[in-house]
């Protein structure tokens, strides 16, 4: 599953072509402002959630017979309102005005979700969905940030190792065992360990790891609280881990590969400098930029993945709670809670590329991507 | 090599020709043993799902005193939680789940080749377009996305469900084509076709095709990993209602029934889990014999 990924590296590679800055004028700053990296890339983040957003508007608003209608019929012929209060109803519920022209309600849908409004439950009722959302998005972000970090610090220096020990023993098996782990979804690994390590072999309690806190606890800056924290997120964030940790260790090998062959490597060890300060310096600071480029591709799927994941462990997360208001055709809280993890995901990305373009100077000074 | 004195007896006709291309293919597969027992893997597992089923009749047999019994000669994969012989389920399980994966590694595919290669050949605004559009489609979080449509509209189509999940797999690909038509449009073979006025067409199919068909070949078997994985894991949620038994259903029961907290069902989780797992691996597999089959670089080589 990692082959595709590897192109993408290359792809920037090929657009990133220096634009000579031109300075003076107010005009000049404009345009200067208009290609910086940092406004293009955030234009771009902002147009996909308003695409999200529309997406989501037209899915569950105008689907002939989709869930506005639906609830409207049902309303009318279960509990036999009329027609006229069962509208008024859906109205509150999805916080749309039925009555309106579409384009107004679509309008006031999008100034609802700018000022946070997303609806309220229509299981739960009265409750807002942003309130259910803030209680469950720490989970997710705590759970996938953890895992992504740890994944990506082990793969990389294991990359390194690898390529640094290239053809040992110790590579082979690392390659081989990277490609292998790269190669199962990340799910059926959770069904594995659920399975063996849960049921069969019985080394932890499945059960009573299930939700995000043991009852009883509060959350607080103390101990008690951080480690029940981390035993409930524990076998998530293993699963995350072992679902993304081959791609990295396996672009990292390649590129630090590459890396060790170029001039600058040869006149740094020419210099007499240590072994560990060109490793660090020279050779690791380069090599990690490809793999860093997946993280943003990694941070997708493993948002996305949550929803099994979740699903599989009982963690009460963003994923667990989608999940949910799809069983139960939640529909407000399905919308709000889809919505955020996109944007969760759009946000995480940008957050990515930016620091990408810290840690890569040619993209900033390039200002194209 | 050996292969040419055979091709040229069956020559004259068109299916003489095909066979003798496939033979050396065959050939040229098996020079890497990894590579051509992954082949033989994923033959064997769409063999036995597409034909299998014709021979083997599905168990569906209540058997109360036979619950969760460990493989034996008239139940060679064990039992489940009603009696009924896994390894029937296992045969007729595959074909819903291929289907769907197969069908949407093509229109992913399709999509990706054509914008990719689209893109870079026109350029200009229509290529800054694509790339937006790949850009964008990539930060959706997928299986999200498909969950949330699968909850709208009623997926019991499966020609529907491939069609979704090929719409959204393709952006990777996509760039990964965009760049590598950017690169092979400046090669030398490609400037003196141009010079010489071959034409777009005969660039397009004659000189930049041949040098791409490996390349894709090898993404799709990729793609249809990635929409395996889409498929049943939409089906392990049970968002994806379809009817027939299938391996990602079998996971689903397993998990929505309790049986996975059941010690004696290991069998029956085991199986679709090692059926789709096999499946995967042997594609995977696949690949280095067909980076081998379409790179003659690496094949004078060996």
Do not use: C
């Not at chain 1, 012929?77 to 999805?94: E, G, I, K, P």
């Not at chain 2, 034996?72 to 769907?100: A, F, N």
């Not at chain 2, 889409?230 to 079998?250: K, Y």
């Amino acid at each position: 599953m990692y082959g595709p990924r590897l192109l993408v590296g290359k792809d920037r590679e090929l657009a990133r072509t220096s634009v000579p800055a031109t300075g003076g004028g107010a005009l000049d700053v404009f345009r200067k402002v208009a290609r910086s990296y940092l406004f293009r890339r955030l234009i771009k983040a902002l147009v996909t959630v308003f695409v999200m957003a529309s997406l989501t508007f037209f899915l569950i608003r105008l689907m002939p017979g989709g869930p506005v209608e639906a609830y409207i019929a049902n309303l009318v012929t279960q509990y036999n309102v009329s027609h006229q209060s069962a509208t008024q109803q859906a109205a509150s519920l999805f916080s749309l005005d039925l009555d309106a022209p579409v384009y107004q309600q679509y309008l006031e849908y999008l100034g609802n979700l700018v000022r946070g409004d997303l609806g309220e439950s229509l299981v739960s009722r009265g409750v807002p969905v942003s309130k259910i959302v803030l209680s469950y998005l720490p989970w997710t972000l705590f759970s996938i940030g953890s895992a992504l970090i740890i994944s990506f610090s082990v793969g990389v220096f294991l990359g390194m190792i690898m390529a640094y020990k290239r053809e040992s023993k110790l590579d082979h098996v690392l390659t081989n065992l990277g490609s292998m782990v790269s190669a199962i979804p990340d799910y059926i690994m959770g069904i594995l360990i659920v399975v063996w390590i849960g049921v069969q072999w019985e080394l932890v309690d499945i059960t009573a790891m299930r939700g995000s806190l043991s009852p009883g606890i509060q959350p607080g800056f103390n101990l008690t609280f951080i480690g029940d924290a981390l035993y409930h997120a524990s076998l998530p964030i293993l699963t995350y881990v072992l679902g993304t940790i081959g791609v990295w260790m396996l672009t990292m090998r390649g590129s630090t590969e590459s890396t060790l062959g170029e001039d600058y490597v040869t006149v740094a060890k020419a210099r007499g400098l240590k072994e560990r300060r060109i490793a660090t310096a020279y050779v690791g600071r380069n090599a990690a930029l490809p793999p860093f480029t997946q993280l943003s591709i990694s941070i997708a799927l493993v948002f996305g993945g949550s929803l099994l994941i979740e699903w599989l462990y009982v963690y009460e997360g963003l994923g667990y709670v989608l999940y949910n208001s799809i069983q139960q055709r939640d529909y407000p809280v399905m919308q709000g809670v889809f919505l955020i993890i996109t944007t969760m995901v759009i946000l995480a990305n940008l957050l990515a590329d930016l620091l990408y373009s810290r840690l890569d100077p040619r993209i900033r000074v390039g200002g194209r991507d | 090599m050996a292969s040419v004195t055979g091709e040229s007896r069956y020559r004259d006709s068109a299916v003489g020709r095909f066979l003798a291309g496939f033979a050396s293919t065959l050939k040229l597969m098996a020079r890497n043993k990894v590579g051509f027992a992954g082949f033989l893997v994923v033959v064997t597992i769409v063999l036995v799902t597409f034909v299998g089923p014709i021979f083997v009749p599905l168990d569906e047999t209540v058997r109360v005193s036979q619950i969760y019994k460990t493989p034996s000669l008239s139940y060679p994969l064990g039992t489940d939680s009603e009696g009924k012989g896994v390894l029937s389920q296992i045969i007729h399980g595959g074909r819903p789940i291929l289907t769907i994966g197969y069908l949407a590694a093509v229109i992913s595919t399709t999509i990706a080749v054509t914008l990719g290669s689209l893109g870079a050949f026109v350029g200009g605004r229509v290529d800054t377009g694509f790339t937006w559009l790949a850009d964008m489609v990539l930060t959706i979080p997928q299986l999200p996305l498909l969950a949330v449509l699968a909850g709208v509209l009623s997926l019991n189509n499966k020609f529907a469900v491939a069609g979704l999940i090929g719409a959204l797999f393709w952006p990777t690909l996509m760039r990964a084509t965009r760049a590598q038509v950017l690169s092979l449009k400046e090669r030398d073979y490609v400037e003196s076709a141009r010079a010489l006025d071959l034409g777009t067409p005969h660039i397009v199919f004659r000189e930049i095709a041949p040098n791409m068909a490996g390349y894709i070949a090898i993404n799709f078997t990729l793609a249809v990993t990635t929409s395996m994985y889409a498929v049943v894991g939409l089906t392990l949620l049970g968002l994806v209602p379809l009817s027939e038994n299938n391996w990602g259903v079998m996971l689903n029961l397993a998990w929505t029934r309790g049986a996975v907290f059941s010690k004696d069902s290991i069998w029956y989780i085991m199986a679709p889990i090692a059926a789709i797992a096999l499946h995967q691996f042997g594609l995977v597999a696949m690949n280095r014999s067909l980076t081998e089959v379409f790179d003659p670089r690496l094949r004078r080589g060996a």
